[in-house]
């Protein structure tokens, strides 16, 4: 009987490479404080648990002063958006400095987003750097300590009843002359600012093709993306399907969540009802982004949705390799470990040529964001789990 939680794409394989940004974001990233390329690490006894040759695991737990890769995303969208505020086609700046001049005639002036935690904080940390205010809502029930992070960095933090969805109506209701509002998903209307966010994720695979080309390393057969609203996955398949024979791309969402599983299986765009409440907290979704669909529902070869004890165990077995990711960040290893592991995988295994030959890419996308859960769930034995 089919695994309800599984999707294999038929579309995938008749995909045209989608277009390439023209733009290059890294330039901006090169200005901001304590840019450096993030580790790309080997999981060894990961690989030996999945019976793969490799994992790889590009960690941005530690991303530019921040515990997640959203500041890619966040900075360069924001950018894009006050150069389109300000009349111009971009930004041109050799300095931070020179960049906050540029838009000193825009202030004051407020950047507003919708969160669950990564992508808000994010937003705040580039509203402080850029001299600008901030205000980011954020769902009921999410973690006061990632509720204090984004405050940390001098931002109003509204809390919304509901979940995502309604968190970013909220933040989508500022929009105005003094606010811009920066959302990593889209709706009809407003599509160029997530479009910016997802060409900011370039700079992720930028630093792993230069890695693996300076190691004298192949490229992955097997890249494995967390899918929130989506557009994390769009970067990846923009940049894998860019030509042809690129590696194999298996979505991971959380069963509480999986509103890009239920669009696929309609073959259009759906919204789920709340709550999304999985520990996967930056994944706790209900609709997939508008301007990350056609890539993700043409380019990913296969999605699976997994259950919050998987990730449980991920995080375990990433922090034996010596990798701190938090719930969000371990999701990758998480769909990895369900299809090896609980028996309903081989199809899907098969369809990825997934094996003892296979070299596999995680995306570690956030750090021990929730210190006090990252803590209980690493150390935490149960009789079903797997040393770690």
Not at 356 to 371: F, K, M, N, Y
């Amino acid at each position: 009987m089919p695994d309800s939680r599984i999707f294999l794409n038929r579309a995938s394989s008749t995909a045209a490479p989608p277009a390439q940004p023209s733009s290059n974001p890294l330039a901006l990233h090169q200005l901001l404080p304590g840019y450096a390329p993030t580790p790309l690490l080997s999981a060894p006894h990961l690989a030996a648990r999945l019976g793969v040759r490799a994992v790889l695991v590009k960690d941005e737990s530690a991303r530019m002063e921040l515990p997640a890769f959203k500041i890619l995303g966040a900075s360069w969208a924001s950018a894009c958006a006050l150069a389109r505020r300000l009349g111009q086609p971009t930004l041109h700046a050799a300095s931070l400095a020179e960049l906050r001049d540029q838009i000193a005639p825009l202030r004051p002036l407020t950047l507003a987003a919708a969160t669950d935690g990564n992508h808000g904080r994010a937003v705040a940390h580039i509203a402080r750097l850029f001299g600008l205010n901030a205000h980011i809502f954020v769902p009921e029930g999410t973690a006061q300590a990632r509720i204090d992070a984004i405050a940390s960095e001098g931002a109003q933090v509204t809390i919304v009843p509901g979940g995502y969805d309604a968190a970013v109506a909220a933040s989508a209701a500022l929009a105005g002359p003094r606010c811009l509002v920066i959302s990593d998903t889209s709706w009809p209307g407003y599509e160029d600012t997530p479009r910016d966010v997802i060409a900011g994720y370039r700079t992720i695979f930028t630093e792993i093709d230069a890695e693996l080309v300076q190691r004298g390393e192949p490229a992955p057969d097997l890249v494995v993306v967390q899918i929130g609203v989506g557009a994390l996955a769009a970067a990846v398949i923009q940049h894998y399907r860019a030509a042809p024979g690129g590696p194999r791309i298996l979505g991971v969402e959380p069963t509480q969540a999986a509103c890009v599983l239920a669009s696929l299986q309609a073959g259009h765009l759906v919204s789920i009802p709340a709550p999304q409440d999985s520990i996967m907290a930056g994944l706790n979704c209900g609709t997939p982004s508008l301007v990350a669909w056609p890539d993700v529902s043409t380019g990913l070869d296969a999605l699976i949705a997994t259950d919050d004890e998987w990730a449980r165990k991920a995080m375990r077995a990433l922090a034996r390799d010596g990798i701190v990711a938090g719930e969000t960040g371990a999701a990758g290893a998480a769909g990895l470990l369900d299809i090896v592991e609980s028996g309903d995988g081989a199809a899907l295994r098969a369809a990825l040529e997934l094996g003892p030959h296979s070299r596999v890419l995680l995306l570690c996308t956030e750090g021990a964001t929730d210190p006090e859960a990252y803590q209980q769930i690493v150390t935490e034995t149960t009789p079903c789990a797997h040393a770690s």
